[in-house]
């Protein structure tokens, strides 16, 4: 063989073996290369070529398309892409980033959904970095969905092939996911890592106090030390573990205990001791102190008073117009944690936290519920005046944010006028043929198709107007979902039975008759266990609260299972309630689970 031949040999059969060692077998096709075109030359080039080189270009495009933010031009790319004629890499590849849209597009089902093409049987014969595209996604379809703990059994199965800053989100992400998840939640025994991931979770949601988490922390690291989280812990926890535990051993509560809200104070208060008494029956050196604000001078004399007399932490005031006062000032003395809220943006001081039993918390949370159900577009019903309206923008927001469509929106009329009312914003048609039939058969009203649900908030006495006037305007398949104002918690059935089928937000307190400190509450006090009860869970959480704001600051991403929801702090540190769910049914209140068994 000629010697100058040789090099030229090698070089081939290099790029041979090479692509040998990537490419994919014959039957399972091969992926789309990294372009060396512009969008517009991959296309013009699919043009003038076979059809499965054609399909290759067009993938590309589409990717490319997708990568430079363009998406609107990369579904329309897609859809020139015969996806059952392509070999499998190819089908894996478009309906990832169909995904990968879809997601886009905040449709997590119908990412979902392309993700389960049958292809992806052989996704393990790709290479690794298709596999990792792949599997993300899945991973945050799956969050996306309310899934969280499907979410981080994804991210933990590709964890081990990813490196470097990809690999350190994706860790941080898992403890996000698992930590989010509520203590009931299901655990898992048969993925050693997930258990792992999911006992540690468990642990430092179930200690007490900061120094009991530290502890927790450092005895599951012990216990696991070749876990994944136990070699690199995830950053909230590191923090977690450097906090300084300062133990709180004096708490002012300031509430008023006349006037119009002194029943309101009574319950908050009520709560807020049960939970002291039942953290610690045996007593502890916590000192609980209780100021009359309807006996104030003035805020600045409490302070001072209190500032003198070794307070560590404020529960309280109560009324809006003392909570508007403390957020006026530059700082205060004393960390207050406020059970009322001052007004929307305005800048409060670093030592105010606020806390309170808000609707718009359940306005969120209907829209959270409701796009997870799958649902798009909607329709709203709530009160007049200032409390409907901030309600109503709180959800607008929410679901606006997550790509929801509010078709219409309306103040709820008077009872005389409800039918009329709804007939109107359902767009009812031929409702006057009820009685009447042309050739012998009845012609049946209609409502509009472009709805999904009803957002409703009302009283008990508006809600159970509202359900029977839309079976009456043939509209009774319309989903409801509701905030907790409409529930009474007073077991009337035939209340419960107007209210058949809606869905609303509850406090856990009133969803669980059998949790012990509501049991320990009402034996002395029956009156726990119907709607005052929201009052005594949010005292109970103001006490589960106030030894971890500090906590709650340096890490905002914790959460806490309370009795009036799980608890999160903002960034303008307000307390938000997530809550659990309910539904009406054979008047009763059923519980519906969000974590159901994956």
Known sequence: MPARLRPIILICLAALLAACASSPTSTLGELPRTPQATTQQLLEQADSSDPQKAA?????????SFQQGDLAKSREILALVPLEQLPPAQQIFASTLRAELALAANDPQQALQALQHVAFERLGELPVEQQVRSQLVRAKALEASDQPLAAARERIFIAPLLSGEEARTNHETIWRLVSGLPVTAPQDSTDPDLSGWLALARSVKQAGTLGQQQRAIDNWVQQNPQHPAAQQLPEPLVMLRELADRPLTHVALLLPMDGPLAGVARALRDGFLAAHLQAHPEGSELQIELYDSTRLGSLDTFYRQAQAAGVQLVVGPLEKNLVRQLSEKDELPITTLALNYSDAGQTTPP???????????EAREVARRAWADGHRRAIALTPRGEWGARVLDAFRRSWEEAGGTLVAA????????????????????NGESRSQSTGGSATQPTRRQDVDFLFLAATPQQA?????????????DLPVYATSHLHAANENRSQYLDLEGIRFAETPWLLDPQLPLRQQVERQWPQAGGSLGRLYAMGADAYLLAPRLNQLLALPDTQLEGMSGVLTLNPAQRIERQLPWAEFQDGEVRSLTDYPVE
């Open 464 to 476: 159970q107007q509202v359900k029977p006037t839309l079976i009456f305007q043939y509209a009774g």
């Open 56 to 64: 290759l270009l067009r993938l590309a495009a589409a990717d490319q």
């Open 410 to 429: 309306q103040a709820l009329a008077e009872p005389v006028e409800m039918a009329n009312q709804i007939a109107s914003i359902l767009q009812i048609r």
């Open 351 to 361: 030592q105010l936290f606020q806390f309170g039993l808000a609707a718009e918390d």
